[in-house]
């Protein structure tokens, strides 16, 4: 294991896509969703286990969550989890810890990940998160991962390839010739039929002196921020100070503000069972499923004359489920979800009621 590999899990996101069973007390990542007994941020660690020390695991998230972290991620260290006093979506993110970061060890060799993404090959995942690491650890490149689409899926932004000429040192690896955003159903079809499409994953390899350098030259304003706090990482001021700067930074996410601007920029194209398991019908997509394609996550669920439905339940109490087609059935403590998985979209008006 590389001493210099470091790894910055995000985790300071708030949503209800998943509710009732997430809050924006306990978002998404905080929550067993699949009901395999570990969280989405828990599972997000186990697979980095032999490629990052866990001192060299680094969070960032919301003030709110900074008790929750703790205690579901009890390895890594204090002084590890960074917290933001308000959104300011990734780049502000990205930017405060790559400077902690450089302060601590300027060879550092960084991944960053959403705290809430399912990964079922963990091993694939291993071997390829370590050869972009050696990649990016002898070169100034910017690397995020391409997964090989296996649909026409609107809900994921595209990465377009160069093919015809790999990197040098790393034959997997090639240029990036266009991020391209969301797509309608036509277009992800036209993507997804051309061998230089990939799913943009969100997760990207870097040393920290490339993003630093990144950052200071396509977002001066971000980097001065953080440049200006370098006498204050490490000491009982920090926080203080960091609620008082990190809130004067623009939201931008690290996308537009670097991954769309800079030359040196690379995709690694995988496969390894990728999802942001984004929403109740992506779920259903990755559980285990019966022979009239039901999943079930739950200890005591009956299916009768039912097809096509996720019944997802946290409690001990029988739930019996019977003559449905094409439902979520979800229930958290003093609420039951039923909704058709076609209109999905409303549970965000559901649970702001």
């Not at 040192?169 to 955003?181: A, C, G, L, P, Q």
């Not at 030259?217 to 980097?223: A, G």
């Not at 370098?230 to 670097?258: H, M, W």
Request: charged content about 25%; some cysteine; aromatic content about 10%.
């Amino acid at each position: 294991m590389n001493s210099n590999n470091n790894l910055v899990i995000m985790a300071g996101g708030v949503g209800s896509r998943f509710w009732p069973m997430s809050t924006p007390e306990c978002p998404k990542q905080f929550i067993d969703v699949m009901g395999c007994g570990r969280t989405f941020i828990q599972l997000t660690l186990d697979r980095f286990r032999g490629v990052v020390a866990p001192e060299n695991v680094w969070v960032v998230t919301s003030q709110a969550y900074a008790d929750i972290v703790h205690e579901q991620l009890p390895e890594v260290p204090v002084e590890n989890i960074l917290l933001e006093p308000c959104r300011r979506n990734t780049a502000p993110c990205i930017a405060y810890v790559s400077w902690k970061i450089k302060k601590r060890n300027p060879r550092a060799n960084l991944v960053i990940t959403p705290s809430d993404h399912m990964v079922t090959d963990v091993e694939e995942f291993r071997r390829v998160i370590n050869s972009a690491l050696a990649f990016t650890a002898q070169s100034d490149a910017i690397v995020t991962l391409g997964m090989h689409p296996t649909r026409p899926e609107t809900g994921y932004g595209y990465i377009q390839a160069d093919m015809t000429s790999p990197s040098l040192s790393n034959k997997s690896i090639y240029r990036v010739d266009h991020f391209r955003e969301k797509p309608d159903l036509e277009t992800a079809k036209h993507y997804i039929s051309q061998a230089e499409y990939f799913w943009n994953s969100g997760i990207f390899v870097w040393n920290v002196e490339t993003i630093v350098q990144a950052l200071r030259y396509y977002e001066p304003e971000v980097s001065q921020v953080f440049e200006g706090m370098l006498p204050y990482y490490g000491t009982d001021k920090e926080q203080d100070i960091i609620n008082e700067r990190f809130p004067q930074c623009k939201s931008i996410s690290i996308d537009y503000a670097v991954m769309e601007k800079a030359e040196e920029i690379y995709v690694f194209p995988a496969s390894f069972g990728w999802s942001d398991v984004g929403t109740w019908g992506s779920l259903i997509t990755l559980a285990d499923k019966d022979k009239d394609g039901n999943a079930t996550i739950g200890p005591r669920i009956e299916l009768h004359e039912t097809r096509n439905c996720i019944v997802h339940t946290s409690e001990e109490r029988r739930v019996v489920v019977q003559g449905l087609d094409g439902y979520i059935v979800a229930e958290k403590g003093d609420t039951l979800l039923i909704c058709k998985l076609s209109e999905e979209q409303r549970i965000k008006e559901f649970s702001a009621e």
